[in-house]
């Protein structure tokens, strides 16, 4: 019998804007790269690295703060934005550059670079070793980029560089000018194929047009397992309670297992951990009165406050069935975290190709969740284990119902990157 997993699908792009006209026409698309090869070394301290992905971590909170007062289920990648932003970090100068440096909270360019490129390599590496030691492949963690940029459009060979040395990273040239579908059709087939056709139709009819000059794509796959499965017989279905103190009636999952678990006054923690790596999700679960104010203290600090304090302990554990999409349109939030210059005339992206005449004119993210007793084909089942240093004392079990609004996020447990975060108001 075949069971549902839980897949991630996190699609970001960015789309840069011409001020004037000049471009020549193509019919093929071909691909524009630095001859340089990728550092699959990066020299950084380790101060240096950590830093960034702690920066990481708090614009994924202050993000989720500015998304958090729309209504509904909230679900986002903060890792796929950030290093989509990171590789036009590299192009932007004067006030554009520090805008996007405060808002993302990255380093000087050149070590940002390198933290985002080991961290891509690292999730990559685990990836890797899953696929060596699970000949069924169990956990996927695929990440690609592209690029698509105007015909005969003249980047900077520095700019290029930067890309395919940190990133990996080439430009598939396009016309936009005179074929604008023909290259919405073959960017939305690109998407499609990274995220094994869960995503379709990103880029809608209008939003390409004859100014633009680059589309930037970053395509997020996850695909795991989880190291205790809930057996479906266990399933059954209960209230789940709204704000407004109504129920709902939604599938519940149910097991009582030794799990990694705090609580303090204002929620309980509850990690959830997939086989075969060292991913796990993060499970954040407040009364429902106190759900507001855990949103508004939502911060790095926090998150690592709860993270230090798991401990091992039997848990009487109740969870729904999720099923899930979401899609923002991030420009104006951007702008509003303090970044503004990017999206208007007075952008300077003069670092991609010598002048003052590159903007952002959209930024779209588009992602899609799947919760239930499988979870994800994941890896590291050892390394999950090999953390318990010793035996705990006997304790009564704990009970963790999420049987109301809760907050979550999956993480890589090896470098503390937040790779996806959210909420669920409403599990249906």
């Not at 101060?47 to 209504?71: G, M, P, R, V």
């Not at 204002?266 to 997939?274: C, V």
């Not at 503390?416 to 409403?426: A, K, M, N, V, Y």
Request: negative net charge.
């Amino acid at each position: 019998m075949i069971t549902k997993v839980r897949i991630d699908y996190v699609v970001f792009a960015i789309f840069l804007c011409i001020n004037i006209n000049g471009c020549q026409a193509a019919n093929a698309t071909d691909l524009v790269v630095s001859d340089k090869p990728r550092d699959s070394a990066p020299a950084i301290s380790d101060d240096d690295f950590n830093n960034q992905i702690d920066s990481n971590n708090e614009f994924a909170c202050n993000l989720y703060s500015e998304l958090k007062d729309a209504s509904g289920n909230i679900f986002f990648s903060p890792f796929s934005i950030s290093t989509a932003l990171a590789m036009t970090y590299e192009g932007a100068r004067t006030d554009t550059e520090k805008q996007i440096a405060e808002t993302l909270h990255f380093q000087q360019r050149s070590v940002a670079h390198k933290a985002f490129n080991k961290l891509d390599l690292s999730l990559a590496e685990q990836s890797k070793q899953s696929k060596t030691e699970n000949k069924k492949g169990g956990f996927k963690l695929e990440i690609a980029n592209s690029i698509w940029a105007q015909k005969d459009f003249k980047w900077l060979p520095a700019f290029l560089d930067v890309l395919k040395i940190n990133y990996g990273a080439g430009i598939f040239t396009a016309d936009f000018i005179r074929e604008t579908e023909k290259y919405r059709l073959k960017i939305n087939k690109w998407v499609e194929e990274k995220t094994h056709d869960k995503i379709k139709d990103l880029l809608q009819p209008g939003v390409l047009n004859d100014m633009t000059r680059m589309v930037l794509v970053n395509a997020i796959y996850f695909y795991g397992q989880w190291l205790l499965e809930f057996d479906k017989e266990n399933t059954h279905d209960g209230d789940f309670t709204l704000f407004d103190n109504s129920r709902i009636k939604v599938p519940f999952m149910h097991q009582t297992e030794e799990y990694f678990y705090s609580e303090n006054e204002l929620f309980q923690s509850l990690e959830m951990r997939y086989k075969d790596c060292d991913l796990a999700m993060l499970v954040l679960l407040p009364k429902i009165e106190k759900f507001s104010e855990l949103e508004s203290k939502l911060d790095n600090a926090l998150l690592k406050e709860a993270i230090d304090k798991l401990e091992s302990r039997e848990v009487i554990l109740t969870f729904p069935k999720v099923k899930m999409d979401a899609q923002f349109e991030l420009a104006s939030i951007l702008a509003s975290m303090g970044m503004p210059d990017a999206f208007t005339e007075q952008a300077d992206f003069s670092g991609m190709d010598g002048a003052r005449d590159l903007f952002i004119s959209h930024v779209i993210h588009k992602a899609f969740v799947a919760i239930d007793e499988r979870g994800t084909e994941a890896a590291a089942a050892t390394a999950v284990l090999m953390e318990l240093t010793a035996a705990p004392a006997p304790t009564e079990p704990v009970e963790f119902k999420a049987d109301h609004p809760f907050i979550f996020l999956i993480r890589d447990k090896q470098t503390g990157s937040i790779l996806f975060l959210g909420r669920i108001l409403d599990p249906r």
